[in-house]
Protein backbone atom coordinates (compact mmCIF):
# COMPACT_ATOMS: atom_id res chain seq x y z
CA UNK A 1 0.00 0.00 0.00
CA UNK A 2 1.05 3.57 -1.00
CA UNK A 3 2.04 6.51 1.64
CA UNK A 4 -0.11 9.19 1.74
CA UNK A 5 2.38 11.54 0.10
CA UNK A 6 2.28 8.89 -2.68
CA UNK A 7 -1.37 9.17 -3.08
CA UNK A 8 -1.22 12.97 -2.67
CA UNK A 9 1.12 13.59 -5.40
CA UNK A 10 -1.11 10.86 -7.80
CA UNK A 11 -4.06 13.44 -6.80
CA UNK A 12 -2.08 16.42 -7.60
CA UNK A 13 -1.30 15.28 -10.92
CA UNK A 14 -4.79 13.57 -12.07
CA UNK A 15 -6.09 17.07 -11.45
CA UNK A 16 -3.36 18.58 -13.14
CA UNK A 17 -4.50 16.49 -16.52
CA UNK A 18 -7.78 17.27 -16.05
CA UNK A 19 -7.06 21.26 -15.87
CA UNK A 20 -4.84 21.21 -19.00
CA UNK A 21 -7.35 19.11 -21.26
CA UNK A 22 -9.72 22.04 -21.00
CA UNK A 23 -9.68 26.28 -21.42
CA UNK A 24 -9.72 27.68 -18.15
CA UNK A 25 -12.76 28.37 -16.29
CA UNK A 26 -12.44 32.28 -16.40
CA UNK A 27 -12.49 31.81 -19.99
CA UNK A 28 -15.51 29.94 -20.36
CA UNK A 29 -17.26 31.78 -17.46
CA UNK A 30 -17.32 34.77 -19.66
CA UNK A 31 -19.97 37.09 -19.26
CA UNK A 32 -22.43 37.30 -22.40
CA UNK A 33 -23.64 40.65 -21.41
CA UNK A 34 -23.43 43.87 -19.29
CA UNK A 35 -25.70 42.71 -16.71
CA UNK A 36 -23.49 39.56 -16.07
CA UNK A 37 -20.55 41.31 -15.01
CA UNK A 38 -19.97 40.87 -11.39
CA UNK A 39 -18.97 43.83 -9.57
CA UNK A 40 -17.99 47.34 -11.15
CA UNK A 41 -21.47 48.56 -10.44
CA UNK A 42 -20.61 52.18 -10.00
CA UNK A 43 -19.68 52.09 -14.20
CA UNK A 44 -22.15 49.27 -15.27
CA UNK A 45 -25.38 49.35 -12.74
CA UNK A 46 -28.28 51.26 -14.36
CA UNK A 47 -28.06 54.81 -15.01
CA UNK A 48 -24.25 54.48 -14.71
CA UNK A 49 -21.77 56.53 -16.79
CA UNK A 50 -20.09 53.66 -18.84
CA UNK A 51 -23.24 51.85 -19.04
CA UNK A 52 -25.03 54.83 -20.77
CA UNK A 53 -22.36 55.31 -23.50
CA UNK A 54 -22.82 51.58 -24.06
CA UNK A 55 -26.04 51.41 -24.34
CA UNK A 56 -26.26 54.86 -26.83
CA UNK A 57 -23.86 53.69 -28.92
CA UNK A 58 -22.14 56.71 -27.85
CA UNK A 59 -18.55 55.54 -26.66
CA UNK A 60 -15.22 57.41 -27.15
CA UNK A 61 -12.17 56.23 -26.61
CA UNK A 62 -11.95 55.31 -22.95
CA UNK A 63 -9.15 53.48 -20.76
CA UNK A 64 -9.85 51.39 -17.96
CA UNK A 65 -7.55 51.71 -15.49
CA UNK A 66 -7.84 48.88 -12.82
CA UNK A 67 -6.16 45.58 -10.70
CA UNK A 68 -5.93 42.40 -12.26
CA UNK A 69 -8.91 39.82 -12.22
CA UNK A 70 -11.24 42.95 -12.33
CA UNK A 71 -13.01 42.25 -15.69
CA UNK A 72 -11.92 45.00 -17.86
CA UNK A 73 -11.17 42.33 -20.68
CA UNK A 74 -14.42 41.06 -20.34
CA UNK A 75 -16.02 44.64 -20.27
CA UNK A 76 -14.57 45.96 -23.01
CA UNK A 77 -15.43 43.05 -25.22
CA UNK A 78 -19.06 43.80 -24.25
CA UNK A 79 -18.40 47.33 -25.35
CA UNK A 80 -17.59 46.12 -28.15
CA UNK A 81 -21.00 44.20 -28.58
CA UNK A 82 -23.33 47.15 -27.95
CA UNK A 83 -21.71 48.69 -30.60
CA UNK A 84 -22.24 48.71 -34.63
CA UNK A 85 -18.27 48.85 -34.99
CA UNK A 86 -15.93 46.45 -36.05
CA UNK A 87 -13.61 45.09 -33.14
CA UNK A 88 -9.87 44.54 -33.05
CA UNK A 89 -7.69 43.48 -30.41
CA UNK A 90 -4.00 43.84 -29.59
CA UNK A 91 -1.33 43.19 -27.08
CA UNK A 92 1.05 45.77 -25.81
CA UNK A 93 3.16 42.95 -24.85
CA UNK A 94 3.55 41.60 -28.39
CA UNK A 95 2.24 44.38 -30.69
CA UNK A 96 4.48 46.65 -32.93
CA UNK A 97 4.21 50.12 -34.50
CA UNK A 98 3.94 48.31 -36.97
CA UNK A 99 0.46 46.21 -36.16
CA UNK A 100 -0.63 49.27 -35.15
CA UNK A 101 -0.43 50.81 -38.17
CA UNK A 102 -1.53 48.04 -39.88
CA UNK A 103 -4.85 48.43 -37.50
CA UNK A 104 -4.84 51.97 -38.34
CA UNK A 105 -5.30 51.27 -42.14
CA UNK A 106 -8.28 48.53 -41.74
CA UNK A 107 -9.71 50.91 -39.84
CA UNK A 108 -9.60 53.83 -42.62
CA UNK A 109 -10.80 51.19 -45.71
CA UNK A 110 -13.49 50.30 -43.10
CA UNK A 111 -14.60 53.28 -42.47
CA UNK A 112 -14.26 54.75 -45.99
CA UNK A 113 -15.29 51.90 -47.75
CA UNK A 114 -18.52 50.68 -45.42
CA UNK A 115 -18.54 53.98 -43.18
CA UNK A 116 -18.49 51.46 -40.14
CA UNK A 117 -15.88 52.76 -37.46
CA UNK A 118 -13.51 50.56 -35.63
CA UNK A 119 -13.24 49.58 -31.94
CA UNK A 120 -9.39 48.98 -30.76
CA UNK A 121 -9.08 47.24 -27.92
CA UNK A 122 -5.25 47.65 -26.28
CA UNK A 123 -4.43 45.40 -23.46
CA UNK A 124 -2.20 46.32 -21.11
CA UNK A 125 -1.39 49.95 -22.69
CA UNK A 126 1.05 50.84 -20.14
CA UNK A 127 3.55 48.40 -21.69
CA UNK A 128 3.30 50.35 -25.12
CA UNK A 129 6.33 52.91 -25.56
CA UNK A 130 6.25 56.55 -26.22
CA UNK A 131 6.62 55.98 -30.19
CA UNK A 132 3.73 53.29 -30.12
CA UNK A 133 1.58 55.19 -28.20
CA UNK A 134 2.32 58.66 -30.92
CA UNK A 135 1.82 55.90 -33.77
CA UNK A 136 -1.64 56.18 -32.42
CA UNK A 137 -2.76 59.33 -31.55
CA UNK A 138 -3.60 61.15 -35.42
CA UNK A 139 -6.25 58.12 -35.32
CA UNK A 140 -7.92 58.45 -31.99
CA UNK A 141 -7.93 61.85 -32.91
CA UNK A 142 -9.23 61.93 -35.80
CA UNK A 143 -12.04 59.55 -34.82
CA UNK A 144 -10.82 56.60 -37.41
CA UNK A 145 -10.31 54.66 -34.30
CA UNK A 146 -12.13 54.31 -31.42
CA UNK A 147 -9.55 53.35 -28.28
CA UNK A 148 -10.24 51.00 -25.48
CA UNK A 149 -7.11 50.70 -23.52
CA UNK A 150 -6.39 48.70 -20.44
CA UNK A 151 -4.13 48.93 -17.85
CA UNK A 152 -2.98 48.00 -13.82
CA UNK A 153 -0.85 50.90 -13.94
CA UNK A 154 -1.33 54.52 -12.93
CA UNK A 155 -2.26 56.05 -16.45
CA UNK A 156 -1.31 59.02 -15.42
CA UNK A 157 2.17 57.82 -15.25
CA UNK A 158 2.40 55.23 -18.27
CA UNK A 159 -0.02 57.05 -20.96
CA UNK A 160 1.61 59.91 -23.07
CA UNK A 161 -0.72 62.97 -21.81
CA UNK A 162 -2.19 63.57 -25.44
CA UNK A 163 -3.20 60.19 -25.74
CA UNK A 164 -4.72 59.92 -21.89
CA UNK A 165 -6.19 63.79 -22.63
CA UNK A 166 -8.35 62.35 -25.43
CA UNK A 167 -9.74 59.31 -23.53
CA UNK A 168 -12.19 59.05 -21.01
CA UNK A 169 -10.88 57.51 -17.50
CA UNK A 170 -12.53 54.51 -15.83
CA UNK A 171 -11.31 53.18 -12.50
CA UNK A 172 -12.46 49.56 -11.92
CA UNK A 173 -12.42 48.88 -8.66
CA UNK A 174 -10.78 45.35 -6.73
CA UNK A 175 -14.15 42.83 -6.43
CA UNK A 176 -15.54 43.04 -3.09
CA UNK A 177 -15.49 39.42 -1.30
CA UNK A 178 -19.26 39.42 -1.59
CA UNK A 179 -18.73 39.89 -5.70
CA UNK A 180 -15.91 37.06 -5.32
CA UNK A 181 -18.46 34.72 -3.40
CA UNK A 182 -21.29 35.08 -5.98
CA UNK A 183 -18.47 34.73 -9.28
CA UNK A 184 -17.52 31.33 -7.29
CA UNK A 185 -21.23 30.27 -7.06
CA UNK A 186 -21.19 31.22 -10.66
CA UNK A 187 -18.43 28.37 -11.49
CA UNK A 188 -19.68 25.76 -9.07
CA UNK A 189 -22.82 25.87 -11.06
CA UNK A 190 -20.91 25.71 -14.51
CA UNK A 191 -18.46 23.07 -13.16
CA UNK A 192 -21.88 21.17 -11.81
CA UNK A 193 -19.95 21.01 -8.66
CA UNK A 194 -21.14 21.70 -5.11
CA UNK A 195 -18.62 23.18 -2.40
CA UNK A 196 -18.85 23.48 1.83
CA UNK A 197 -19.41 27.09 2.81
CA UNK A 198 -16.22 27.38 4.64
CA UNK A 199 -14.50 26.12 1.62
CA UNK A 200 -16.30 29.03 -0.46
CA UNK A 201 -15.82 31.72 2.56
CA UNK A 202 -11.94 30.42 2.12
CA UNK A 203 -11.33 30.56 -1.38
CA UNK A 204 -12.95 34.76 -1.74
CA UNK A 205 -10.98 35.55 1.22
CA UNK A 206 -7.46 34.38 -0.94
CA UNK A 207 -8.92 36.11 -3.83
CA UNK A 208 -7.61 39.50 -3.31
CA UNK A 209 -10.24 40.96 -5.14
CA UNK A 210 -9.00 39.15 -8.01
CA UNK A 211 -11.61 37.62 -9.75
CA UNK A 212 -9.65 35.87 -12.30
CA UNK A 213 -7.65 34.11 -9.58
CA UNK A 214 -10.73 33.15 -7.60
CA UNK A 215 -11.85 30.90 -10.66
CA UNK A 216 -8.31 29.89 -11.56
CA UNK A 217 -8.30 28.48 -7.85
CA UNK A 218 -12.16 27.43 -8.01
CA UNK A 219 -11.17 24.94 -11.08
CA UNK A 220 -7.96 23.60 -9.34
CA UNK A 221 -10.10 22.94 -6.28
CA UNK A 222 -13.02 21.28 -8.30
CA UNK A 223 -10.33 18.88 -9.87
CA UNK A 224 -8.45 17.81 -6.69
CA UNK A 225 -12.62 17.64 -5.21
CA UNK A 226 -13.44 15.10 -8.44
CA UNK A 227 -13.58 11.29 -7.22
CA UNK A 228 -11.19 9.15 -9.35
CA UNK A 229 -13.75 7.22 -10.81
CA UNK A 230 -14.91 5.51 -14.07
CA UNK A 231 -18.89 7.02 -13.62
CA UNK A 232 -19.90 9.79 -15.60
CA UNK A 233 -21.96 10.65 -12.57
CA UNK A 234 -18.95 11.71 -10.45
CA UNK A 235 -19.40 14.90 -9.44
CA UNK A 236 -16.89 17.01 -7.27
CA UNK A 237 -17.84 17.82 -3.42
CA UNK A 238 -15.25 20.78 -2.37
CA UNK A 239 -14.14 20.88 1.45
CA UNK A 240 -12.08 23.14 3.26
CA UNK A 241 -8.95 20.68 2.78
CA UNK A 242 -9.60 21.06 -1.30
CA UNK A 243 -9.78 24.89 -1.11
CA UNK A 244 -6.29 25.05 1.22
CA UNK A 245 -4.80 22.59 -1.28
CA UNK A 246 -5.70 24.84 -4.21
CA UNK A 247 -4.33 27.64 -3.14
CA UNK A 248 -0.59 28.64 -2.70
CA UNK A 249 0.61 31.92 -1.16
CA UNK A 250 -0.20 34.28 -3.61
CA UNK A 251 2.51 36.64 -4.90
CA UNK A 252 1.64 39.96 -3.62
CA UNK A 253 0.00 42.31 -6.55
CA UNK A 254 2.55 45.02 -6.86
CA UNK A 255 2.52 47.14 -9.83
CA UNK A 256 3.95 50.48 -10.52
CA UNK A 257 0.61 52.31 -8.80
CA UNK A 258 0.92 50.10 -5.95
CA UNK A 259 4.61 51.06 -5.56
CA UNK A 260 3.74 54.54 -5.41
CA UNK A 261 0.78 54.29 -3.20
CA UNK A 262 2.32 51.68 -1.12
CA UNK A 263 5.58 53.78 -0.64
CA UNK A 264 3.13 56.83 0.41
CA UNK A 265 1.50 54.79 2.90
CA UNK A 266 5.01 54.26 4.59
CA UNK A 267 6.61 57.45 4.38
CA UNK A 268 3.09 59.10 6.02
CA UNK A 269 2.85 56.23 8.89
CA UNK A 270 6.52 57.08 9.89
CA UNK A 271 5.51 60.64 9.72
CA UNK A 272 2.63 59.78 11.74
CA UNK A 273 4.56 58.31 14.66
CA UNK A 274 2.80 54.65 14.09
CA UNK A 275 5.91 52.36 13.79
CA UNK A 276 3.23 49.34 13.62
CA UNK A 277 1.87 50.75 10.30
CA UNK A 278 5.59 51.78 9.11
CA UNK A 279 6.48 48.45 9.27
CA UNK A 280 3.32 46.59 7.98
CA UNK A 281 3.94 48.38 4.95
CA UNK A 282 8.09 48.10 5.02
CA UNK A 283 7.18 43.59 5.10
CA UNK A 284 4.36 44.79 2.47
CA UNK A 285 7.56 45.82 0.02
CA UNK A 286 9.79 43.58 1.07
CA UNK A 287 7.88 40.40 0.31
CA UNK A 288 6.63 42.13 -2.95
CA UNK A 289 9.94 42.04 -4.30
CA UNK A 290 10.64 46.15 -3.98
CA UNK A 291 14.00 47.31 -4.47
CA UNK A 292 15.55 47.75 -0.86
CA UNK A 293 18.00 50.40 -1.97
CA UNK A 294 14.80 52.69 -2.91
CA UNK A 295 13.18 51.97 0.46
CA UNK A 296 16.35 53.07 2.03
CA UNK A 297 16.86 56.35 -0.16
CA UNK A 298 13.36 57.28 1.20
CA UNK A 299 14.42 56.74 4.61
CA UNK A 300 17.64 58.97 4.50
CA UNK A 301 15.07 61.88 2.97
CA UNK A 302 12.26 61.23 5.37
CA UNK A 303 15.20 61.47 8.49
CA UNK A 304 15.76 65.15 7.19
CA UNK A 305 12.39 66.35 5.51
CA UNK A 306 10.29 65.37 8.34
CA UNK A 307 12.37 64.62 11.85
CA UNK A 308 15.42 66.95 11.05
CA UNK A 309 16.95 68.52 14.02
CA UNK A 310 14.46 66.72 16.56
CA UNK A 311 16.67 63.99 16.21
CA UNK A 312 19.97 64.90 14.07
CA UNK A 313 20.61 60.62 14.88
CA UNK A 314 17.69 60.09 12.57
CA UNK A 315 19.59 60.63 9.67
CA UNK A 316 22.91 59.05 10.91
CA UNK A 317 20.47 55.71 11.18
CA UNK A 318 19.29 55.71 7.78
CA UNK A 319 22.60 56.55 6.70
CA UNK A 320 23.35 53.42 8.47
CA UNK A 321 20.64 51.21 7.07
CA UNK A 322 21.16 52.73 3.56
CA UNK A 323 25.44 51.80 3.78
CA UNK A 324 23.45 48.05 5.23
CA UNK A 325 21.83 47.58 2.22
CA UNK A 326 24.70 47.95 0.30
CA UNK A 327 26.99 46.36 2.41
CA UNK A 328 24.69 43.41 3.76
CA UNK A 329 22.04 42.89 0.91
CA UNK A 330 19.35 40.59 1.72
CA UNK A 331 17.80 38.99 3.38
CA UNK A 332 19.80 40.22 6.36
CA UNK A 333 19.50 43.71 5.31
CA UNK A 334 15.25 43.93 6.14
CA UNK A 335 16.73 43.92 10.05
CA UNK A 336 18.47 47.48 9.04
CA UNK A 337 15.94 48.40 7.54
CA UNK A 338 13.02 47.28 10.12
CA UNK A 339 15.39 49.31 12.90
CA UNK A 340 15.74 52.46 11.23
CA UNK A 341 12.03 52.33 10.06
CA UNK A 342 10.89 52.03 13.35
CA UNK A 343 13.54 54.78 14.72
CA UNK A 344 12.28 57.32 12.52
CA UNK A 345 8.68 56.61 13.37
CA UNK A 346 8.81 56.45 17.35
CA UNK A 347 11.31 59.57 16.69
CA UNK A 348 10.02 62.88 17.39
CA UNK A 349 9.42 65.35 14.13
CA UNK A 350 9.81 68.51 12.98
CA UNK A 351 10.44 69.84 9.49
CA UNK A 352 11.87 73.17 10.49
CA UNK A 353 14.94 72.72 8.47
CA UNK A 354 13.23 71.81 5.38
CA UNK A 355 10.95 74.78 5.83
CA UNK A 356 13.28 77.12 6.27
CA UNK A 357 15.23 75.94 3.32
CA UNK A 358 12.03 76.54 1.21
CA UNK A 359 11.34 79.98 2.93
CA UNK A 360 15.22 80.76 2.05
CA UNK A 361 14.62 79.32 -1.87
CA UNK A 362 11.36 81.89 -2.08
CA UNK A 363 13.48 84.87 -1.16
CA UNK A 364 16.16 83.56 -3.96
CA UNK A 365 13.80 83.27 -6.46
CA UNK A 366 11.31 86.09 -6.03
CA UNK A 367 13.70 88.79 -4.42
CA UNK A 368 17.15 90.70 -5.85
CA UNK A 369 19.49 88.95 -5.21
CA UNK A 370 21.32 91.11 -2.10
CA UNK A 371 25.14 91.45 -2.32
CA UNK A 372 27.75 89.56 -0.37
CA UNK A 373 28.27 91.75 2.66
CA UNK A 374 31.77 93.17 2.44
CA UNK A 375 32.89 91.50 5.61
CA UNK A 376 31.71 88.47 4.87
CA UNK A 377 34.03 88.49 1.55
CA UNK A 378 37.01 86.93 0.40
CA UNK A 379 40.22 88.60 2.00
CA UNK A 380 42.95 86.00 1.04
CA UNK A 381 43.81 86.98 -2.87
CA UNK A 382 45.91 90.16 -3.83
CA UNK A 383 44.27 93.55 -3.41
CA UNK A 384 41.38 92.14 -1.72
CA UNK A 385 41.64 94.50 1.77
CA UNK A 386 41.77 97.19 -1.10
CA UNK A 387 38.01 96.71 -1.69
CA UNK A 388 37.19 96.29 1.18
CA UNK A 389 36.99 92.80 1.63
CA UNK A 390 37.05 91.37 4.93
CA UNK A 391 37.15 94.30 6.92
CA UNK A 392 34.96 94.55 10.00
CA UNK A 393 34.82 90.66 10.23
CA UNK A 394 34.49 89.34 13.79
CA UNK A 395 36.11 85.97 14.20
CA UNK A 396 33.59 84.06 16.07
CA UNK A 397 36.67 82.06 18.46
CA UNK A 398 37.71 85.60 19.31
CA UNK A 399 34.71 85.44 21.90
CA UNK A 400 33.62 83.71 24.74
CA UNK A 401 30.74 82.15 23.65
CA UNK A 402 32.56 81.47 20.11
CA UNK A 403 29.49 83.59 18.69
CA UNK A 404 29.46 87.28 18.32
CA UNK A 405 26.11 89.40 16.71
CA UNK A 406 27.46 90.23 13.26
CA UNK A 407 25.19 90.45 10.24
CA UNK A 408 25.27 87.81 7.92
CA UNK A 409 22.36 88.22 5.38
CA UNK A 410 22.24 90.64 2.56
CA UNK A 411 21.01 93.96 3.64
CA UNK A 412 17.91 92.72 1.00
CA UNK A 413 17.20 89.95 3.36
CA UNK A 414 18.52 90.77 6.77
CA UNK A 415 15.27 90.77 8.22
CA UNK A 416 14.48 87.32 7.36
CA UNK A 417 14.56 84.46 10.09
CA UNK A 418 14.22 81.09 7.92
CA UNK A 419 15.08 78.80 10.59
CA UNK A 420 12.36 78.77 13.53
CA UNK A 421 12.75 75.43 16.00
CA UNK A 422 10.14 73.45 17.58
CA UNK A 423 9.76 73.07 20.82
CA UNK A 424 10.31 69.01 19.88
CA UNK A 425 13.10 66.89 21.12
CA UNK A 426 16.50 68.33 20.64
CA UNK A 427 15.09 70.79 18.76
CA UNK A 428 14.06 72.55 22.51
CA UNK A 429 17.67 72.72 22.82
CA UNK A 430 18.51 74.46 19.83
CA UNK A 431 15.70 76.89 20.61
CA UNK A 432 16.61 77.73 23.81
CA UNK A 433 20.45 78.23 22.26
CA UNK A 434 19.27 80.86 20.38
CA UNK A 435 16.76 82.50 22.41
CA UNK A 436 19.70 83.26 24.85
CA UNK A 437 21.29 84.91 21.95
CA UNK A 438 18.35 86.99 21.29
CA UNK A 439 19.07 85.65 17.37
CA UNK A 440 14.97 86.91 16.32
CA UNK A 441 11.54 85.97 17.34
CA UNK A 442 11.01 82.17 17.42
CA UNK A 443 7.28 81.44 16.06
CA UNK A 444 5.18 78.78 18.04
CA UNK A 445 3.53 77.45 14.79
CA UNK A 446 3.67 73.43 14.73
CA UNK A 447 5.14 73.57 11.48
Given at each position: MGSSADEANLFGAAAERKLKQQTPLANRLRPRNLDDVVGQRHLLGPGRPLRKLAENDRLTSVLLWGPAGTGKTTIARLLAKTSAKEFVQLSAVNASVKDVRAAIERAEHQLGAYSRGTILFLDEVHRFSKSQQDALLPAVESGVLTLIGATTENPFFEVNTPLRSRSTLFRLHSLEE?????????????????????????????????????????????????????????????????????????????????????????????????????????????????????????????????????????????????????????????????????????????????DALNKAMHDVQTLPAGDVPKHLRDAHYTGAKSLGHGKGYKYPHNHDEGWVDQQYLPDSVADRQYYEPSDRGFEQTVRDHLDRRGQGPVSDNDK
Open positions: ADIVELLNRGLEFEQATAEPEAITYLASRAAGDGRQALTTLEVAVALATPESSSAQAKAHIELHHAESATDLKALRYGEDEHYDIISAFIKSIRGSDPDAAIYWLARMLSAGEDPKFIARRLVVHASEDIGMADPMALVVANAAAHAVEFVGLPEARINLAQATVHLATAPKSNRSY
